[in-house]
């Protein structure tokens, strides 16, 4: 089961479950929302912090550019908090090289590269295969 919220999906991470999987999954729920009022529903409520600096400065930059991009019209207030930030530079790619630091660093969403998170252009894109046709 998808959890419903972003606060949802960091429970569960701390639970034990594999963080990019429940992630992917609550962007796909975060996606098949019927409403944007829906979609704020989502990541209105303020993830418990981790611990994990990454994790809980990735979940800021998540609800923001969300926020953003499906163009919600107001951004959680949470995702300001400096907790939500991180002191030193982080690369999503393991081990990237200098050229791939260079590009990421370029490339990211402001949204993530104000927490010090680098990142590919399109973080959060899902696939998706072709929908049933209605009949």
Avoid: C
């Avoid at 959890?3 to 098949?32: C, K």
């Avoid at 912090?49 to 609800?63: E, F, K, S, Y």
């Amino acid at each position: 089961m998808r959890p419903n919220t972003l606060a949802e999906a960091v429970q569960r991470i701390q639970a034990g479950s594999e963080q990019d999987v429940v992630l992917a999954e609550w962007v796909d729920a975060f996606d098949l929302a019927t409403s944007d009022a829906d979609r704020y529903a989502s990541i209105e409520p303020e993830p418990e912090r981790t611990g994990n600096a990454r994790l809980d400065a990735l979940v800021g930059a998540i609800a923001e550019y969300l926020a953003k991009q499906r163009r919600l019209g107001r951004v959680p207030p949470w995702v300001s908090d400096p907790a939500r930030r991180l002191t030193s530079p982080w690369f999503t790619t393991a081990s990237p090289s200098d050229g791939m630091r260079e590009y990421l660093s370029f490339a990211s969403p402001a949204e993530f590269a104000s927490r010090n998170i680098f990142t590919e252009e399109r973080p959060l894109r899902r696939a998706r295969g072709p929908q049933p046709a209605k009949t």
